[in-house]
Structures are given as C-alpha cells and as structure tokens.
C-alpha cells in the first residue's frame, strides 16, 4: 500500500532577486515498509523536501498525501496529531531542547501528546543508542555525535509508522554511523516502519532499498 504520495510539489521562497526555488514540480510514492535514500548536492532541496512531507513547510504548489489524505488539506489539530503519533522527525540540525535533559528531550513527544512514558522503551532506547549514562546531562553538555543520538531516540519513542531523517549519521564516526544504520534498518525490517533517510554518505545511501537522487529542486 502506499503511505505517501507526493504530486507536482514545488516550494519556492522569497521573491525577486531572492527568490529561490527550492522544490520544483516533484512527484513520486513510497510504498510501506521502503527504506529511502535521498542523496543530492547541498542546497538541492533534501531538507525541503523532507519538511514538506512531514507537513512542517506547506509547499507553494502540489499535494502530499499520506494514504489517502492530502496533509495540507487536514485541520491544524489533526495534523498537529499525525505529526506527533505517526511521524518520527530526525531533524539535520537537532531541534534539541536546551532546556532539558537527555531523557526529557527524548521523551517530548509523549509529553506534548500528554500519554504516559514507557519507561522500559525510554531505557531501551537510551541503551541501544548507547546515551544511557548521559540520561541527565543537558544538550550543550553531550558532543554532537551524543545530540544527534538523542534526536534519533526522540523520533524513535512515539514508535512512529514513518521515519523522516535528515542526515542521521551526518555528525557521527564511521562505527557509530554504522550503528545507527543498523538500528534504523532494524526499525524497517522489524517494525515495518517506512524509512526516508537524507545522506551525504553513498555507502550509507546503499543501504536503502532504493536511492532518490536531487538535483536543483529535482528529482533526477
Ligand atoms: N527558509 C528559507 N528561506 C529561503 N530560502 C531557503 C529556506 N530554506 C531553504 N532555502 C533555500 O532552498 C534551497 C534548498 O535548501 P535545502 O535546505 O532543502 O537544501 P539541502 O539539499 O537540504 O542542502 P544541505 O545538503 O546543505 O542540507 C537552498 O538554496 C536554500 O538556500
Ligand atoms: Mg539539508
């Protein structure tokens, strides 16, 4: 079955002199369970794209639908809900909070969804990501490859039905990239949960099933 549906989707920001056209008339599905790679130069649109799809950047023109629902034809609030219960967002930039510590960063989306925390899972997580004895810390004091581990813990908690990850294992060694790799192919092959992943990293990309490549907004 498909889960996601993108048709004619452009994206374009600023006008003028400034206007710059990030997603340009892309189309193409994703059927449940794939695993994706997005590969393509800086500035191609990877991140756009994904933040459209994960119904965080309307797009100027086009549908994403997931199923059969057109997301940006949805009510704020059933939106705000798919967002929080089905989509796990692995964000280039962390998105952290600073505020709070690893644990509570991580466990965010239960909290905003106001259900109750597994706290097995929570422990499970934080183990298998290997940030258990970082539980406390706050975000400015874990290394970047730590803070890119708890946004992977945080889109992993609410065990989402698709995973969108944007440079995932961008700030990471080769032995941790590898780790999460194997983690998220674990999350595919095991829980069925469709997997969009951008990479920079071709042996990375080869990992996926099958390997979308950008090019000026364009899928080529
Ligand atoms: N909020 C914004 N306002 C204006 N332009 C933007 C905005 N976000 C992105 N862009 C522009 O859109 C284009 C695509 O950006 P995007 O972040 O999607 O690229 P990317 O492929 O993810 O690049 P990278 O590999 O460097 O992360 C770029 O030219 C960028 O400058
Ligand atoms: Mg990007």
Redo the contacts with the bound molecule.
């Keep these: 079955m498909k889960i996601i549906k993108v048709e004619n989707l452009s994206k374009i920001?600023?006008k003028n002199e400034a206007k710059?056209i990030?997603l340009n008339h892309i189309s193409f599905e994703i059927e449940e369970g794939e695993f994706i790679a997005i590969i393509?130069p800086?500035?191609?649109?990877?991140?756009?794209l994904l933040h459209t799809i994960a119904g965080l950047e309307k797009p100027t023109e086009g549908k994403v639908f997931f199923y059969d629902k057109n997301i940006y034809e949805m009510k704020k609030k059933e939106l705000t809900i798919l967002r929080r219960r089905k989509i796990g967002i692995i964000y280039?930039f962390y998105n952290l909070i600073p505020t709070l510590n690893v644990q509570e960063n991580i466990t965010l989306p239960i909290e905003l969804d106001k259900k109750k925390v597994d706290r097995k899972r929570l422990e499970e997580i934080m183990k298998f990501l290997n940030i258990e004895n970082r539980k406390t810390h706050l975000p400015n004091e874990l290394s970047g490859g730590q803070q890119q581990k708890v946004a992977i813990g945080r889109a992993l908690i609410i065990n989402p039905t698709i995973i969108l990850a944007d440079e995932p294992t961008g700030n990471l060694d080769s032995k941790s990239s590898n780790e999460i790799i194997q983690l998220l192919k674990k999350a595919n092959q095991e829980y069925k949960q469709t997997i969009i992943m951008i990479t920079h990293n071709m042996e990375i990309a080869k990992e996926a099933n099958r390997i979308i490549k950008m090019e000026d907004g364009k899928i080529v």
């Design positions: 920001y600023g710059v990030a393509g800086s500035g191609s649109g990877k991140s756009t280039q």
